[in-house]
Structures are given as C-alpha cells and as structure tokens.
C-alpha cells in the first residue's frame, strides 16, 4: 500500500532480474502528451488497475502497482513531432521462447493505453485459448479495467 503515495523513486534505477535487452522501432506522437523528465506517468488509484509506471531521464519504468517491483524498462527520445522507443528490457524468467516478442508488444500497449490515454488493444499471448472466459480473466489480471479489448495480431 506504501506505493500508492510514492513519487515513484522506488523504482528509478530498478531493472528486472535476468534482463533481456530488445531492440525495437515503436513510435508514439508527441502531441498526445508531454513527458516530464522525472515523474509518475501513471499510478493504479484501485485495484482494478494493474499498473504503475514513471519516468526518470527518459527511462521508463513498468512495475505491477501492488507487488511494486519492475518488470519492464524502456528507453524514449524525442525526435521531431514523435517520441521514439528504441530498447525494451524484460526479464528472462517470464519470457516464453515460443512467443519471445509478446512483452515487447505488452510495453507498446501500456504506452498506448496507459501513459498516453489512448484505448488500444492489448495483445494476448499466443498459447491462450480462443475461449472468451479465459481472455476476459487474462485481460483482467493482466490489465485490468484498461483491458477493453484484445487481440492475437502483432504490430509491425
């Protein structure tokens, strides 16, 4: 509970155990919104959220809001009218060989959805079934309320 007041320090510097470094090309528009240098650029307020996230020195930080410990990093720069995302760090215990890139295109949702406030599909794994009761417990325990809807595609 100690979290849901932080500034978000507790987890600038944090990385996840076992990082794995991707290299990625995800662009977002700079005039969905402007990011601080050093901040919270989204915190859970109930439980139905799942997750925090800050910023500090154009190093994003993913951690779940109750447990509070980091699960993804993420690089952002700015160039011209875009922010541009060039390296996603995950940690290797929670990497499934048979779907490598899946959390790479969960950090693309989270920006989306949660630091820019835009409704956007969040990605399934690939070995979940086609059943809607096992989506809808996923998204919810994945993404909570800001799960709204979900698909297998991948972006670019």
Do not use: Q
């Not at 875009?82 to 950090?107: C, K, Q, W």
Request: charge should be negative.
């Amino acid at each position: 509970m100690s979290t849901r007041d932080s500034d978000g320090t507790h987890l600038f510097g944090k990385h996840p155990l076992n990082p794995v470094k991707y290299d990625v090309d995800m662009t977002y528009p700079k005039e969905a919104r402007t990011l601080p240098d050093r901040g919270v650029l989204f915190r859970a307020s109930t439980m139905e959220e799942k997750w925090d996230i800050v910023i500090d020195d154009r190093v994003i930080t993913f951690a779940r809001s109750w447990p509070g410990e980091p699960v993804y990093l993420c690089d952002i720069s700015e160039e011209g009218e875009n922010y541009i995302v060039r390296t996603v760090v995950v940690s290797d215990d929670i990497i499934d060989p048979a779907d490598e890139g899946y959390h790479v295109h969960v950090v693309n949702f989270l920006l989306w959805s949660h630091v820019f406030d835009v409704v956007y599909p969040h990605p399934l794994p690939t070995n979940i079934a086609e059943d809607e009761d096992e989506i809808l417990m996923h998204s919810f325990s994945a993404y909570g309320r800001r799960g709204w809807f979900a698909t297998l595609e991948r972006f670019g």
